[in-house]
Structure formats: structure tokens, C-alpha cells
């Protein structure tokens, strides 16, 4: 997943990081980074997907 970003003509250098920053978020690059910081086994993937499951559920009924 190569992420490239060019710079257009006359497009300041912050503009640049903010156009680079913004599509790194779009992308979820950071977020999946993230995840796969320290291993995960299936068992606790399962139970950690069921509690954000359960606690979605319940802000959605809330509301």
C-alpha cells in the first residue's frame, strides 16, 4: 500500500503535509498500524469484537 503525494504547482509546503496527514487518515494507515502493534490471538480478537459489539448496542439503544 503505497501512499505517494505530489507537489502541485504552487501549493505551499504545509498544504502539502495537510493534503499527505489528511489521506493517511483516509487510507486508516495509522489505525491499522495500530492494531497490529502487539499479536492478537483469535480467541481475544473474538472477545474484544463482542464488548464493542455489546457497549455499540447500548449507545444505540440509549438513543
Known sequence: MALEVWIREGES????????????????ILREAKTHRHFVSKRDAARIKAKNNARRRRRQGNK
Do not use: K, T
Request: charged share 30%; glycine share 6%.
Open 13 to 28: 509546503q504545509e498544504s502539502l503535509l495537510r493534503r499527505f496527514q489528511r489521506m493517511v487518515q483516509i487510507e486508516g
